[in-house]
C-alpha cells in the first residue's frame, strides 16, 4: 500500500515537472510545395538570433537554416509556430517540445510550411533569453 502511494506521487510530481502542454507536430506530404523551399538562414549568437525578427508568407516552403555561429549550445525555441506549421516528414523528429536544439558550430535545417500568426521565438537555454536571445516570426 505504502508503494503503491509513493508511485502515484511519483507520477504527479513528474507531470508537474513536464511542460505545461505537449507540443503536436504536424507533418504534409505535400512534397512538391516542399521541394521549392526557399531558403532562410538565421544565424544563432552569443546572444541573439540574426535576423531576430523574421517575416514569412503563409502557405510557402521555406527552409529554415539555422546557424549557431558559436561554440557553446542554443536553440530555437518556437513552440506555436512549429505547433501550427505543417513540417516536412523528414524534419518532425528535429522539433521536441517546439524546439530544435543546435550544438556549437553546428547547423540545423527544417523544411516547414507557416501558417498565419505572430509567434514568440526564444532560446531555450537558461538565462540566454533574458540576455537578448528572443525574436519574433511573422506570418502574413
Ligand atoms: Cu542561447
Known amino acids: 500500500?505504502?508503494?503503491r502511494h509513493l508511485f502515484i506521487?511519483?507520477?504527479?510530481?513528474l507531470s508537474a515537472c513536464a511542460s505545461s502542454r505537449p507540443i503536436e507536430v504536424h507533418?504534409?506530404?505535400?512534397?512538391a510545395v516542399l521541394a521549392n523551399a526557399e531558403s532562410v538562414e538565421i544565424?544563432?549568437?552569443?546572444f541573439s538570433f540574426k535576423p531576430s525578427d523574421i517575416h514569412l508568407k503563409a502557405g510557402r516552403a521555406y527552409?529554415?537554416?539555422?546557424?549557431?555561429?558559436?561554440?557553446?549550445g542554443h536553440s530555437f525555441a518556437a513552440p506555436d509556430f512549429f505547433e501550427s506549421a505543417q513540417i516536412a516528414p523528414a524534419d518532425a523528429d528535429k522539433v521536441s517540445d517546439g524546439t530544435i536544439d543546435i550544438a556549437g558550430n553546428a547547423t540545423e535545417t527544417v523544411v516547414?510550411?507557416?501558417t498565419t500568426g505572430t509567434?514568440?521565438?526564444?532560446?531555450?537555454?537558461?538565462?540566454h533569453a533574458a540576455l537578448g536571445m528572443t525574436g519574433e516570426l511573422v506570418v502574413d
Do not use: K, Q, W
Not at 506521487?9 to 510530481?13: I, N
Not at 507533418?27 to 512534397?31: F, G, P, Q, V
Not at 544565424?43 to 552569443?46: C, D, F, I, P
Open 119 to 127: 509567434y514568440d521565438l526564444v532560446c531555450g537555454h537558461f538565462g
Open 9 to 13: 506521487v511519483s507520477l504527479v510530481l
Open 112 to 114: 516547414l510550411i507557416p
Open 63 to 72: 527552409r529554415l537554416v539555422l546557424f549557431n555561429e558559436t561554440s557553446g
Open 27 to 31: 507533418t504534409t506530404a505535400d512534397s
Open 1 to 3: 500500500m505504502v508503494m
Open 43 to 46: 544565424r544563432l549568437a552569443n
